[in-house]
């Protein structure tokens, strides 16, 4: 197992920028794909981004293509999220995930096997 805990969360004007980490320790991190998801109030979890194992290939969701940015350094078993240009649609509790099955983008929630706790974003108008 991985084990994962996020940081960087906060409150936050809309039109502003967050970074989140997501520090990971256990089994070899520079193995495995990572992906962030998120959870608004009454809302179901959804896919945000996912990054391989060498951060050379990554996907996003529709939704914050072009605003958000993930990234990964192996030497410190920790993946980023840059976000950019928040909006009050992106407030949410953010979590990472790995997946330890594949090596394959995927964007199913139920293809992550470790979760982090969460780390909660507020964008205010």
């Known amino acids: 197992q991985v084990q994962l805990r996020e940081s960087g969360g906060g409150l936050v004007q809309a039109g502003g920028s967050l970074r989140l980490s997501c520090a990971a320790s256990g089994r070899s991190f520079g193995r495995h794909p990572m992906g962030w998801f998120r959870q608004a109030p009454g809302k179901e979890r959804e896919f945000v981004a996912a990054?391989?194992?060498?951060?050379?290939?990554?996907s996003y969701a529709d939704s914050v293509k072009g605003r958000f940015a993930i990234s990964r350094n192996n030497a410190k078993n920790t993946v980023y999220l840059q976000m950019d240009s928040l909006n009050v649609e992106d407030t949410a509790t953010y979590y990472c995930?790995?997946?330890?099955?594949?090596?394959?983008?995927?964007?199913?929630?139920?293809?992550?096997?470790?979760w982090g706790q969460g780390t909660r974003v507020t964008v205010s108008s």
């Open positions: 995930a790995a997946n330890l099955g594949s090596s394959a983008l995927v964007r199913r929630e139920g293809d992550y096997d470790s």
């Open positions: 990054i391989d194992w060498s951060g050379r290939a990554t």
